[in-house]
């Protein structure tokens, strides 16, 4: 199959690849979403095809109205209603009990479905100009998200029908993933919506053990997605915790050729071997964004290790820190 590249003034094009039944991968604000009519059950297969994805983890199906939710789930309970309200459109995906109109193949036989509204303007039309979306994000599974539609191509070639080039994408990491078909609700994802933020809206938000720590022998996920390797890279990733001093000793230290560091801004001119700068230590935002390409951009330089801080966890960090912890294999060295 060839994949086209398609610019951001051919939507329409994509819209009817969609409608035919195709997969597309989108710009999205969070990362690119490889996108297919959420009620087709065939188009929506071939999504776990392309990706190599296992069949048992679900996708997150995304709409452009707030109308379009009520074809898709069971109950919008009021908690919901407020999330809907203060943060769609944009980066938090709810999961909710699903309607029986939902194939299979999305809720992956679960009893409930994940809903997103995204706030980027050609997901937006795409989904306006076609139907509701199932789409994971756009990568091979396992490895980083796709933040650009290089990154997609790189990995989707061949594999897909068409890639939208919106440029960058904003947030970076993929979307808060809240599950309301529980009370108290649960943050089993986080991302650019925060835990903060949740709670301040509806109260009580549960952190799933599943977000800081590796699933226990024989433990369910209440996330499928959150059991298997995530975003790993093919460099062997380790996090380091402790002052920036002793970061600085232990890196310096192991300067072979084959060794990269993802440092913040504020150490460049202190280090010693390759390095690829995510920001400023604090600034877990820009982390976010850069976190994703930094990972592609060690292996396509071809290092084989990679040392890079343990983030804190407030705010945006805890997103960042979730996605490095898993890329990494949960290995972390106390310094
Ligand atoms: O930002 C995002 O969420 C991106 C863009 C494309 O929207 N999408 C994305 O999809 O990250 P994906 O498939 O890579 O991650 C979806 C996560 C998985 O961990 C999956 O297990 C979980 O959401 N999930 C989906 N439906 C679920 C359900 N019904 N119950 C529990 N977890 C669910
Ligand atoms: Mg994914």
Redesign the pocket.
């Known amino acids: 199959m060839k994949t086209l590249m398609l610019s951001v003034d051919e939507i329409e094009t994509a819209a009817r690849i969609i409608r035919e039944g195709g997969l597309v991968a989108m710009p999205?604000e969070?990362?690119?979403?490889l996108a297919a009519d959420a009620y087709n059950g065939k188009a929506v297969a071939n999504i776990f095809r392309a990706k190599g994805r296992p069949m048992d983890?679900?996708?997150?199906v995304?709409i452009s109205e707030l109308e379009q939710i009520y074809g898709l789930v069971r109950e919008f309970p009021d908690k919901a209603r407020r999330l809907a309200d203060r943060f769609w459109p944009g980066?938090l995906?709810m999961?909710l009990p699903k309607s029986d109109k939902i194939p299979d193949e999305v809720?992956a036989g679960?009893d409930?479905?994940?809903v997103?509204c995204?706030s980027d303007p050609n997901a937006r039309k795409l989904i306006s100009l076609s139907c509701p979306l199932a789409?994971?994000?756009?990568n091979l599974s396992g490895s980083p998200?796709p933040t650009s539609a290089q990154h997609v191509l790189n990995d989707m070639d061949g594999r897909i029908d068409a890639i939208i080039d919106g440029g960058e994408c904003d947030v970076g990491v993929?979307?808060t993933?809240i599950?309301l078909a529980t009370d108290p609700p649960r943050l089993?994802?986080p991302?650019g919506i925060t835990l903060e933020q949740l709670r301040e809206a509806i109260g009580e938000v549960i952190l799933d053990d599943a977000v800081l720590n590796p699933l226990k022998n024989g433990e369910k996920a209440?996330?499928?997605?959150?059991k298997y390797k995530h975003y790993a890279p093919k460099a062997e990733l380790t996090l380091l915790r402790g002052s920036e001093e002793s970061f600085l000793r232990y890196v310096n230290s192991r300067k072979d050729g084959k060794t990269a560091v993802l440092c913040y801004d504020e150490e460049i001119d202190d280090l010693r071997l390759p390095f690829i700068p995510l920001g400023r230590a604090k600034d877990y935002h820009v982390q976010a964004s850069r976190l994703f390409s930094a990972l592609r951009e060690a292996d396509d330089k071809g290092f084989e290790r990679v040392f890079a801080h343990c983030p804190g966890t407030e705010g945006v960090g805890l997103a960042v820190y979730n996605r490095m912890i898993r890329a990494a294999g949960f290995k972390i060295v106390e310094l």
């Open positions: 999205t969070t990362v690119y979403g983890n679900p996708l997150i995304h980066p995906t999961i809720s679960l409930t479905v994940a997103r995204p789409a994971p994000s756009a998200s993929e979307s993933v599950t089993l994802r991302g209440a996330s499928p997605g959150m």
